[in-house]
């Protein structure tokens, strides 16, 4: 079993010889968070393997050190004793905002690169940005403008009534924020929004309060194991109002399984992208673990062979010149029909979404429960529709 392989939840350190490049990996492996860096821990495994495999980097092979950061506090901590004890040459990984903000103060100070593959708040990209972190995984804005693209299509926008709930720390917050902000601006109604704290399993209070007011729509700013638990019971009480969401991980549908997954929701990427290097990539993945990969592990998994491209290619482990590389415009491939590539101005890596809803009629497995939409935007259409402009980002480098 994977979990157990890698030691799940405690220190672990894959060793290499004296000369490697060290890597650093932060990521929740308890807590609410943790079924989502499960499956960091082996998409950043999977990818030092195969590095490592192919005779690492510049000659040198990778050696990957990996803690659990459950908090912001534990992960500046264990950020900093990675930098200072474990000299460790980059750091790659977190999930939360919060702690993503934190683990990049400490990068910032120390003048390492750090490539976040988890954290959505719009603020890591803005007034909190920083010239060492780059961004892999969408942020919050993509998320809402993907969905409301699909909420717009099936006439669920304008003169509609919305109820919220929303995971009560930073993303949840900033998501929330900027889901009101896109539903304001095309004419729906907010009727509440109620702050969810993240360690709550039981959501009856809130789906008998749904059934009390009728709204048009439910919309889930949740994280982690709240978006599950919250979409078991929402379908055991049967109530016949349209869920959606702004932000959804494939480890929370799989959670839910076949019957209770349910609704619309935005994904940057799923194992059902038809790319030859996805679906290259999903093979591989299924092969290595036992199971197909989630979005998460697709983030991690290409933090580390970006990370190995850009070595190569400037022939240096410097991080000036790896920072002058990925803003570069280089485009890389990220597992979709279209390459991505990082800006230079707030370090966001731009590439496809999609959005997910319930297969249509009996799932293929137990991984199948959902259908992936075509990418989005459009193949037609700049990767940069969904991303907040220069105007709406505060964004300045020190």
């Not at 157990?4 to 004296?18: F, K, M, N, Y």
């Not at 039981?202 to 978006?227: C, W």
Request: net charge neutral.
């Amino acid at each position: 079993m994977a979990t157990a392989a890698l030691g799940l939840g405690a220190p672990a350190i894959l060793r290499a010889q004296s000369n490697s490049i060290r890597i650093g990996h932060l990521t929740p492996r308890t807590g609410f968070l943790g079924p989502m860096g499960e499956y960091a821990v082996m998409g950043v495994t999977l990818a030092v393997e195969e590095i490592n495999a192919a005779g690492g980097v510049l000659g040198r092979p990778y050696e990957l050190l990996m803690e659990d950061s459950v908090n912001p506090q534990t992960a500046s901590t264990k950020a900093q004793r990675m930098v200072e004890r474990d000299r460790v040459d980059v750091i790659v990984g977190e999930i939360s905002s919060a702690s993503g903000l934190a683990i990049a103060q400490v990068a910032s100070r120390a003048q390492k690169l750090f490539l976040q593959t988890g954290c959505n708040s719009d603020e890591l990209r803005g007034k909190s940005c920083s010239r060492y972190m780059f961004h892999l995984e969408a942020n919050n804005s993509m998320y809402v403008r993907t969905i409301g693209r699909e909420m717009l299509r099936q006439n669920m926008v304008k003169g509609k009534r919305w109820m919220a709930f929303t995971a009560d720390y930073a993303f949840g917050h900033d998501l929330f924020e900027k889901t009101k902000r896109f539903m304001d601006q095309n004419g729906a109604v907010f009727v509440s929004n109620d702050n969810i704290p993240t360690d709550a399993t039981e959501y009856s209070s809130m789906i008998l309060k749904i059934r009390q007011q009728r709204p048009d729509l439910v919309m889930s700013n949740l994280a982690g194991n709240q978006t599950t638990n919250f979409m078991k019971q929402y379908r055991e009480f049967n109530l016949p109002i349209p869920l959606a969401g702004a932000d959804l991980n494939a480890s929370s549908i799989w959670g839910a399984g076949e019957g209770s997954f349910s609704g619309t929701w935005p994904i940057i990427w799923t194992h059902q992208v038809q790319s030859p290097t996805a679906k290259a990539f999903t093979e591989r993945f299924t092969k290595r673990w036992g199971r197909p990969p989630d979005n998460q592990a697709v983030a991690d998994y290409l933090a580390v062979k970006v990370l190995a491209r850009a070595m190569q290619e400037t022939k240096t482990t410097d991080v000036q010149k790896l920072i002058g590389y990925l803003e570069s415009g280089v485009k890389f491939d990220v597992l979709r029909a279209r390459e991505g590539y990082f800006r230079p101005w707030d370090h966001q890596l731009m590439f496809e979404m999609y959005t997910v809803k319930p297969a249509e009629g009996k799932p293929a497995s137990k991984w199948d429960v959902m259908q992936t939409s075509a990418s989005v935007p459009g193949p037609n259409e700049s990767l940069e529709v969904l991303a907040p402009t220069r105007e709406e980002n505060a964004c300045t480098f020190a």
